[in-house]
Structures are given as C-alpha cells and as structure tokens.
C-alpha cells in the first residue's frame, strides 16, 4: 500500500471520527430545540433502591429522600416506583413538584408521565396545593400539564388571589397567561362583591373576569343577574352585555336593560337598549333607550337621565295611571337615604302627558316632591274633561298623586267647551283653580284684565243667552260639574246677549284657541308631537328687568 492511500484512509478517519464527536452535539441542539417530552426522566437520588425482575418487572422500587429531574421540573417524593423505560413513575408520601421559583404543586400522591410531562396529584386525607406567584389552587386532587402550562381540578376546587376567593366544581388555571377558567356552580367572594355564576372566567394577573351562562353578582346595594358580562374585581367595574336585570331592594328599584356600564367607585351606571326601570316605593316606572344614572355618596344625592322614547308612568293615583314623555327626562335626588328625601323630575323638550281625567303638552316641565308643584313652561296646555287651560305658565300643586289646584301665569286662557259651537271662555293675568278630592272642579279665581264669555245653561241644558263681561277679578264656584255662581269685582261691565245677537268680538275672544288635535289621546299618543301653528302660539312679551345694583 502506498503512503498516498495511506494518507488518503487517515484523512477519511479522522473526518468520520470528527462527525462522530459532534454528533452528540448536534443531537443536544436538537434535543434544546424540542419538547422536554424527548428527554429522559432523570433519577438524581434516592436513599435505596430495589429492582426485582420477577416481583415488578421493568420497575425500581425508591425510598428515602427521592428526587426527580425533567422539562425543567424537579420531585421530590418519600418513595416511588420509577419506569424508566416509559419516563413515568408514581410517587407517595410529602410529594412536591417545583418549577421555577413561581410555581410548586404539593400533596400525598403523584402520577407522572413524562412522554406526555403530565402530573396528577391526589390526597387521601388533605388537600393539593399548587401555588403560582400569589396565587393558591386547593383541590382534593390537580392535573398539571407542563407542556401546555396549565392546572385543572373536576371534583371541587378553590382559587386563592389575594381577597377574592373563588370555588367551583371544575377549574383550569393557565400559569403562562395567568388566565383561569371555572365552571359549575361557580362563587367568588372579593371581601367586597359576590358573585354566582355557571361559568366565570378570571385573569389573576388583571383581575379581570367575564362570566358566561347565567350570573348573579351583588355589588353593593344592588343585584345584578347576566348572562354574559366583564367584570374587574379591582376597579369594581362591571360591563353587561346581554339583557341584564339590576334590583336594589333597600330602595325597591328594579332595572332592565341590553347593555349596562356600572362603576361602582365612581357611582356611574350607565344602560342602553330598552331601558325598564321600576321604582316600586314611589310606584313609578321609569322607560327609554338610553338612561345614565350618577350617585354622589358624599353629598347623599343622586341623578340620573333618559333619553330615547323616554317615558315616566306614574301607577300612585291606582287605576289613574299618569304618563309623561319628553326628549330627555332627568330626575335629581337629594337627601338619599335619610328621612329627608326630596326628587326634582324635569322633561325637555316636547314633553307631552296623558292620564284619562287629565292631559297636557308642553316644551319643558320642572316637578318637585318638597312641594308638589308641577311646573309648565313655554306654551303649556292642559286639559281635564271638556276645559282647556294655557298660559305662559302653569302650576300644578299636588296633594299625593290628585290635582289640589292649578295656578296660570300670563296670558291665561280658559276654555270650556259646550258644543261644537259654543265656548264658555275666560282670559286673564293670573288664573287659580282648586279641585275636590274626587278631581272635580270646585272654584276658580281670575286676577288682571278679566274678560269672559259665558253661556249659561238653563234646567233642560238649553242655551238661551250669551254674557260678555269685563272686571279686574271674576271668581266661580261650581258643583256637579256645573257653574254655579260668578262674582265679577269691582264695578265690573257685562253685557247679556240673546243667542246669536253677540257681535263677532264678543263671541270668540282674541286670544281664544280650542286645541283639540293637540290632546294626547292615549298613552301611546305621548310620543306623537304636534306643534302649534305659529298664529297659535303665545306672544312673546319682554318684561322688565331689574336694574343692575353697584356699590
């Protein structure tokens, strides 16, 4: 053999001998780039070791001061029956699986299978705790998969963060994500909240949850029961986003929505979509598509809006239910819970009401529970049977849910209407009614260029005559439903007409208007908005200011 080829064979073994020394390399690479699942479980000690071929075949029998070693994970266990061949083993006695310095499972009894890296601990007679940073998972048995970084528990568990305590019959925590997911009679405790749900889903390391299926959390004065919603343990925040019901029973509220922004810290609620709120203590029920609702905890007051279709109805007066619409219906409370309640409600703009003994449209309304006035601004009319009443302004005082009296303020217009021809008709400054318990009429008081047309009724309800009068202040009384007497003072001017003989002047007044098509005719009608004409409308008349004051 020559020296060439003797060279050329040393050259070929010493290439081959150098891929075999990086063999192992290359496969160490491999190995680091794969699952832990390819490498082997790692026995590091045990204070004895039995192997018996006969007794357990292909099994090492371990006891004292056992460690295991595998994806990063390190056991330690009192004595274990070791598979090596299948990467598995079971492990007894004060068993603890730690990975990192964040996570640690302990209990009485471990299986692991390291082809898969799961492990399922169980405990006879306590329980299993796997603690994740400031998180604790209780549970009579846990399945850990290391691979996909994830704890679950199927026969009852417990979630430990901080203050808020979570239970339910089946739980799994992802320690990657920190998400968790729990179903089955689900119950979390914040120390500040609770809530009930079928399933809840709860980041540990946000703690934000949503819950799915049906859910009840109690935040407060309120019951809040959704379908589906978020919810942040920490911020007290809570978004519903399917049709929701909110209760408070200390003040007998019930709301219904599709949607719902509740900041309990904040004291803001917000809903949308089919808004129903039900005020039972003031019999009240409170409707539109878009409310919003802001409590002031310091000055114990409270406020709140709604738009969209908004309507108040008003079920006190029993069978005589009162309902009111307008653009925007706002209502303030002050003095909350204390004795000393007292609610502003107002209505804007095209504020229209309907109840079946009275009716009344308006642009704007201002009603106040300290003295159950209902007040009626810019070309407010009312009607109560066949009258009419409109001024610049009126004033509705209350006594609980009846009319005590009304009170019209410039440019008052009375009307009653007899037939389709004849009107009995008052004008005036200043106009105040008062009414019967029962919602009758009793008496009425005119003040200020006091002008009339009546038409008196004989015993069969014949007319016969017509009387045009002037006087600075007219006062009637009626009974039945019928005028019964008229005082005009001082040194008052009439004039008594045989029917049909009255000039044109004094047959309809100048500012008479009989607005029939206007009136609410239902409560669905409160919707419909009719404008007067603008011959209609009331003249606007400057008053005088006073003059400023410098010193």
Known sequence: MSNRTTHIRQGVLMMLLGLFCLLPTIANAQSAGRRGADAPVVLDHADEIIHDQFEMPGAQRLKGHISFRHAGMRMVCDSAVYYQVSKSFEAFGHVRITQGDTLSITGERLSYDGFSETAYMRSRHGVVEARHRQQRLYSDSLFYNAREKY?????????????????????????????????????????????????????????????????????????????????????????????????????????????????????????YGNVYCID?????????????????????????????????TDYSNG?????????????????????????????YYHVRAFRNDVQAVCDS???????????????PIVWTDQRQVLGEQIHAFLNDST?????????????????????????????????????????????GNVCTIMYP?????????????????????????????????????????????????RTYL????????????????????????EDKRLRNVQRRQAPLQTF
Request: proline content about 3%; aromatic content about 10%.
């Open 457 to 505: 009724l004989e015993n069969d309800s014949t007319i016969l005559y017509q009387n045009y009068a002037e006087a600075a202040k007219v006062r009637m009384t009626m009974r039945d439903r019928k005028l019964q007497c008229v005082v005009a003072f001082p040194k008052p001017e009439a004039t008594l007409y045989p029917l049909g003989t009255a000039p044109a002047d």
């Open 365 to 379: 309304l201002v009603y106040s529970s300290q003295d159950q006035c209902l007040r009626m601004f810019r070309d």
């Open 151 to 271: 704890i679950t528990y199927d026969r009852g568990g417990k979630l430990v963060d901080g203050e808020n305590v979570l239970t339910s019959n089946f739980g799994e925590y992802h320690t990657d994500t920190r998400q968790a997911i729990f179903r089955y009679q689900v119950h979390l405790n914040s120390g500040k909240d609770e809530l009930v749900s079928d399933e809840f889903h709860y980041n540990t390391r946000t703690k934000e949850a949503k819950v799915v299926g049906k859910s009840n959390i109690y935040s407060g004065d309120y019951n809040i029961y959704t379908t589906s919603g978020d919810y942040n343990t920490d911020s007290e925040i809570v978004e519903l986003h399917e049709r929701s019901i909110l209760n408070n029973p200390t003040r007998q509220v019930r709301m219904e929505a599709d949607r719902v922004f509740y900041d309990k810290q904040a004291g803001i609620m917000r809903a």
């Open 319 to 347: 069978k005589d239910t009162l309902y009111v619409h307008g653009d925007t219906l706002r209502l303030y409370s002050y003095n909350t819970k204390t004795d000393s309640l007292r609610r502003t409600l107002k209505g």
């Open 280 to 312: 039972r203590q003031n019999k009240a029920i409170l409707e539109g598509e878009h409310c919003e609702m802001y409590e002031d905890k310091v000055a114990r007051r409270d406020s709140s809006f709604v738009t969209g279709r908004a309507l108040v």
């Open 403 to 447: 009319v005590d009296s009304i009170h019209v303020i410039d440019q008052t217009l009375l009307v009653e209407r007899l037939d389709s021809v004849h009107y009995n008709q008052v004008t005036s400054h200043l106009m105040r009614a008062y009414f019967l318990p029962n919602g009758q009429l009793a008496s009425s008081a005119f003040d």
């Open 510 to 533: 100048p500012n008479f208007a009989w607005f029939e098509a206007l009136r609410p005719v239902d409560k669905d009608d409160v919707f419909n908005w009719r404008p007067k004409h």
